[in-house]
C-alpha cells in the first residue's frame, strides 16, 4: 500500500513562487507515474503536471513556463516547483500516485494542501 504526504502549500501574492513536495512510502516499487491535481471551489479536480518512472513530464497548458515537476528518487518524493502564481491558480493541490498491477492501474491520493493566491 502506497501512503503520500503532502507539505508546502500556503498563501503568496500574484507573481510569486511556491513548492510542494509528495512523500511517498510503503509499496512504491508498483508507481509508474506521480502526478499532481488541481481543485478549484466548483470546478473538477484536473491534472495538472506528470512524471513518469522513466521520467517523462507533462504539463497542462495553463502552467506550461510556469510550473515544473521533478522528483528525487533517493527521497522517493516529487516535487511541483510553481513560479509566476496567477490568482487563477488559487486551489487545493493533490498529489497522485499511479500503481500498475499487471493490466490494471490504481490511483493513490494525498491529503491535499491549499495554495491561495493574492491578486
Known amino acids: 500500500q502506497v501512503q503520500l504526504v503532502e507539505s508546502g502549500g500556503g498563501l503568496v501574492q500574484a507573481g510569486g513562487s511556491l513548492r510542494l513536495s509528495c512523500a511517498a512510502s510503503?509499496?512504491?516499487?508498483?508507481?509508474?507515474?506521480m502526478a499532481w491535481y488541481c481543485q478549484a471551489p466548483g470546478k473538477p479536480r484536473e491534472l495538472v503536471a506528470a512524471?513518469?518512472?522513466?521520467?517523462?513530464?507533462s504539463y497542462a497548458d495553463s502552467v506550461k513556463g510556469r510550473f515544473t515537476i521533478s522528483r528525487d528518487n533517493g527521497k522517493n518524493t516529487v516535487y511541483l516547483q510553481m513560479n509566476s502564481l496567477k490568482p487563477e491558480d488559487t486551489a487545493v493541490y493533490y498529489c497522485?500516485?499511479?500503481?500498475?498491477?499487471?493490466?490494471?492501474?490504481?490511483?493513490?491520493w494525498g491529503q491535499g494542501t491549499q495554495v491561495t493566491v493574492s491578486s
Open positions: 510503503g509499496s512504491i516499487s508498483s508507481i509508474n507515474r
Open positions: 497522485n500516485a499511479r500503481e500498475a498491477h499487471g493490466l490494471a492501474l490504481y490511483h493513490i
Open positions: 512524471i513518469t518512472s522513466g521520467g517523462s513530464t
